[in-house]
T-cell receptor
Framework: SQKIEQNSEALNIQEGKTATLTCNYT??????LQWYRQDPGRGPVFLLL?????KEKRKERLKVTFDTTLKQSLFHITASQPADSATYLC??????????FGTGTQLKVEL | GAVVSQHPSWVICKSGTSVKIECRSL??????MFWYRQFPKQSLMLMAT?????????EQGVEKDKFLINHASLTLSTLTVTSAHPEDSSFYIC????????????FGPGTRLTVL
């Protein structure tokens, strides 16, 4: 069955460093992947979408890569700030525009 | 733009009662709305997809008679948890997409349901 995996362990980094989160998927070849931010007790907020024919996409301090050979997407936050602390979810779209989410990786940016 | 609201934001009810959760797209017409459930420290799991004016499509393992979904207009979908039990306690989140941009889903803030 289609599966999407993210590192379940929290990622702790120092303010100003680059955070890199990983998303791997199996048994599927999505046309695109999406990344969301979720704060505790809140719904996900859309961040970036990257298509299979795009190697990289940027938005301000965010960068996403998509490697269809490795079946992996990397999500980078440069010059990280404590306000970036949240859970980051990756998701791909299956048939009928249904989103399949990973379990998310919690990021903590410390001063 | 593209704001989705949910009401209530949290609800506590007694076992055996029914609870209705509303999902509204405030500034756009949502041709499709999705309902998700999220248990603590787990990911969002899709429960059902609803298109305006038609019956919802439920995911495998989701009881359609227990989770009633109505998508009566292009801006409103409701999820009713009937005869709620403690195991139904969860975080329920809706999302909406438009006909012109089916790639993107806009999520509501979620509703925390606690069944005593």
């Amino acid at each position: 069955s289609q599966k999407i995996e993210q590192n379940s362990e929290a990622l702790n980094i120092q303010e100003g460093k680059t955070a890199t989160l990983t998303c791997n998927y199996t048994n599927y070849s999505p046309a695109y992947l999406q990344w969301y931010r979720q704060d505790p007790g809140r719904g996900p907020v859309f961040l970036l979408l990257i298509r299979e024919n795009e190697k990289e996409k940027r938005k301000e301090r965010l960068k996403v890569t998509f490697d269809t050979t490795l079946k992996q997407s990397l999500f980078h936050i440069t010059a990280s700030q404590p306000a970036d602390s949240a859970t980051y979810l990756c998701a791909f779209t299956g048939g009928g525009n249904k989103l399949t989410f990973g379990t998310g990786t919690q990021l903590k940016v410390e001063l | 733009g593209a704001v989705v609201s949910q009401h209530p934001s949290w609800v506590i009810c007694k076992s055996g009662t029914s609870v209705k959760i509303e999902c509204r797209s405030l500034d756009f017409q949502a041709t499709t709305m999705f309902w998700y459930r999220q248990f603590p420290k787990q990911s969002l799991m899709l429960m059902a997809t609803s298109n305006e004016g038609s019956k919802a499509t439920y995911e495998q393992g989701v009881e359609k008679d227990k989770f009633l979904i109505n998508h009566a207009s292009l801006t409103l979908s409701t999820l009713t948890v009937t005869s709620a039990h403690p195991e139904d306690s969860s975080f329920y989140i809706c999302s909406a997409s438009t006909q012109g941009d089916t790639d993107t889903q806009y999520f509501g803030p979620g509703t925390r349901l606690t069944v005593l």
